[in-house]
């Protein structure tokens, strides 16, 4: 391969991953449209163009990595090789470093979310906060199974997709123009010294503070205490209150620990997703 066909090469490489990049953000919208969609004939329309989609990206992912393989394999036969010096000392020499080529893209087959979120967006369409933030609840309740404890335990997060943290998120990012939803609190937690997926108590007191959770150093004990209007501080909501813990004793310890378990999961689906 000589440079002028290695540059075309590198020119349709570039050219490929930019298709690859459009026609998988375009997949991510067509599931959540799925995902949303009640109608039947609308819902199957979406799946022949969820499977085109797919196809397509199979196709760009084949061509992407025999191109990588080329270039790969180039570029080891046209490495230079550095003849030793006669009038230098033999010295013990390191064993050769074999470079491993990048791994290809891999499409993985869709993981569609596992509760009904029709009633969430209406909800914040209509900029109905409170309403919207117990229907998150409920939603979060049923994907874990606990609609009849009304609370969480760590072992229940295993029964979420990332699909469902990733919608529930892009609907209240979408609705409230980018002040509330999950990717935003998790973005506040890094800028207050936050560790990714680490839960640290005084760390929560600072996101406490920063997104309205506690007011002049106290929590906000009371569901209705807290600020369901679009002037909320930035992260607000949702709230992870969940009704178990209302009114009882614990429900500090309660609320604490859905953050702590929910953090985690938010690290993991978020971060792949951004």
Known sequence: MNINQRQRSEKQRDTLQAEWDLRNEKLKQLRLALAIEAGAAVKFQLQQQI?????????????????????????????????????????????????????????KPPILPKADYHQ???????????????????????????????????????????????MIDQLWIEASQGQFGFSVQRNIWFSVDGQPGKFDPPIFR???????????????????????????????????RFPHAEGGAYWFGTWQDNFKGFLTLMEDCLSRSS
């Open 206 to 240: 600072n996101f406490g503070d920063s997104v309205g959770w506690r007011v002049n150093g106290d929590w906000l004990r009371h569901y209705t205490s807290l600020n369901f209007s679009q002037a909320a501080p930035k992260g607000h909501l949702p709230s992870l």
């Open 51 to 107: 499977q085109a989609e797919e196809t397509e990206l199979k196709r760009l992912n084949d061509e992407l990595h025999t191109i990588e393989q080329a270039l790969y394999t180039v570029n080891l036969v046209e490495s230079p090789t550095i003849e030793p010096d006669p009038d230098t000392p033999n010295l013990v020499k390191s064993p050769p470093i074999d470079p491993t080529p990048s791994p290809p893209i891999v499409v």
């Open 120 to 166: 969430l967006r209406d909800l914040l369409e209509k900029k109905a906060w409170q309403e919207a933030d117990q229907e998150t609840v409920q939603i979060i309740l049923q994907v874990a199974r606990r609609q009849k404890e009304g609370s969480l335990k760590a072992k229940d997060l295993k029964n979420f997709s990332c699909s469902d943290i990733c």
